[in-house]
């Protein structure tokens, strides 16, 4: 239940209205600080193993305190310090009085803090794949579903030829798909900083050891081991390049991107009828429309979208004003470019899951659609028809013009439905292929290939690409706003 103080004071609606636990955890205080205890007990424990004086009590002891946090003495010790790190080493050294003297023994704050960073980016990553693999399963199943269903193509929001449900939707997981291959490249590309010192020279390890380089190299491995990461980068500064953070960013501005065209598209289909999101029974679409059904969800989604596409500006001029070996002008921006951009994704991923677990989908609004564009677009096989029953092709062009521009000004002056096909029904010339009529004007001779380009896709593609992740497709997503 929020105490009344909180809302007296600005929360961001990312965490506050929209975000996962999971991940809203993920960048917390409480995961980050006690990371950064578990990184001094694993650097203890590495330099205990490599012939340091640090005894088994004073590991023990650290191990004992790793979630034992007191965020009122740290935030005190850095209104003194003017110094995170520091305060919390003095905090984590106050409970673990034995331990204090090698706590952060050789190390620069960057230890902690870029080491945190890229477990916490990591994890992230860990979080948003399953939840992709999600919204590629349940619009996969919406392909399948509606594979062979014809609908208007559009081209530049025009009418334009047939294709199908389905293969519209596999437009959209084309995209999805280059997501998922993106987003687990970038996580997998991701290596710990690990145990380089103040300016990534290792020089304050190398001196603990007395000059001997392998225990350095060994120190440098088992505490990325121990983190979970299988290498390390071979070269830092005093941090690791933030062209890591854009390479991490763009996967996920990438994904923004990628949602806001499908969303996009569903609001657009939203207002023709032909597909809608979910919409609750007591849902309200409008406060002064009560008969409204406004596409919020796939609205919120573009919304968000857009301030993750944005995002990637902040690690890109980061990454461009670094100088040297590091400035400090990175800090205030990470803090906050970091943790929002895969806060946002996982919010987008979420609601596009409740989406596509709901997409309505209205036939025959569709197929009346289709008979108000079709006999234009049938034009050239009802000629193609009448120089097979021997009429000539230039004298049966001239009268197909003719009978659509009378039917086009009855659409566009009159208001009045498409009767071209009546009039083509009328005239005499074209008795040869009335009886033909019905079989050149079946919508689904007018979708080509689809449903056949849905089914491989699907099999080749992305049924490969959801295998991994066949144990966490079960989860369902229930919006609370």
Not at 28 to 40: H, P
Not at 97 to 108: F, R
Not at 222 to 245: C, H, I, P
Not at 341 to 346: I, Q, R
């Amino acid at each position: 239940m929020a105490s009344a103080d909180e809302f007296m004071s600005y929360r961001s609606p990312l965490v506050s209205r929209y975000a996962s636990k999971e991940m809203a955890y993920n960048f917390s205080d409480r995961k980050k600080f006690s990371t950064w205890r578990k990184l001094w007990i694993y650097l203890a424990k590495a330099e205990k193993a490599l012939g340091l004086p640090i005894t088994d009590a004073q590991v023990l002891e650290m191990e004992s305190h790793a979630e034992d946090i007191d965020f009122a003495m740290a935030a005190e010790e850095e209104r003194k310090l003017r110094h995170d790190v520091m305060a919390h080493v003095h905090t984590f050294a106050h409970c673990c009085p034995t331990a204090a003297p090698i706590i952060h023994l050789g190390a620069t704050s960057c230890y902690v803090g870029d080491n945190t960073d890229l477990i916490m980016l990591r994890d992230g990553f860990d979080i948003l794949l399953p939840k992709l693999a999600r919204v590629i399963d349940r619009l996969t199943n919406f392909a399948e579903t509606y594979a062979d269903l014809p609908t208007l193509g559009f081209t530049h929001y025009q009418p334009a030829q047939l294709t199908t449900v389905g293969k519209r939707a596999c437009l959209w997981l084309q995209d999805l798909a280059m997501d998922m291959r993106n987003l687990q490249r970038a996580c997998d590309d991701l290596r710990f900083r690990g145990v380089k010192g103040t300016t990534g020279t290792q020089a304050s390890f190398l001196q603990l050891f007395q000059g001997d380089h392998d225990k350095v190299d060994d120190l440098d491995r088992m505490v990325t081991e121990m983190a979970g990461f299988k290498k390390a980068y071979l070269v830092t500064g005093q941090t690791y390049s933030r062209k890591v953070d854009v390479d991490c960013l763009s996967t996920l501005a990438s994904l923004g991107a990628t949602v806001h065209k499908i969303c996009t598209d569903i609001r657009l289909l939203a207002n023709l009828k032909e597909i809608e999101e979910p919409f609750e029974k007591e849902q309200i679409g409008s406060s002064a429309m009560p008969y409204k059904r406004n596409p919020m969800r796939a609205e919120r989604c573009c919304s968000l979208a857009r301030h993750l596409v944005a995002l990637l500006a902040d690690p890109l001029q980061t990454a461009s004003v670094q100088w040297l070996e590091r400035t400090l002008d990175d800090s205030a921006n990470r803090r906050i470019s970091l943790p929002e951009s895969f806060l946002t994704a996982d919010i987008i991923l979420s609601t596009l899951q409740n989406i596509t677990e709901g997409l309505v989908v209205y036939p025959k609004v569709i197929e009346r659609h289709i008979r108000h564009e079709l006999p234009f677009m049938a034009t050239e096989n009802i000629i193609m028809a009448m120089v097979k029953a021997g009429g000539n092709r230039q004298d049966c062009h001239e009268k197909i013009r003719v009978l659509s521009q009378e039917a086009a000004s009855v659409v566009k002056q009159e208001g009045g439905d498409n009767d071209l096909l009546a009039r083509v029904q009328q005239d005499p010339y074209f008795a040869p292929i009335l009886g033909q009529l019905d079989a050149l004007l079946d919508p689904k001779t007018f979708i080509g290939r689809a449903p056949q380009q849905v089914a491989r896709f699907l099999r080749e593609e992305v049924h490969p690409l959801l295998e991994p992740y066949k144990a966490k497709m079960d989860v369902k997503i229930e919006l609370e706003l």
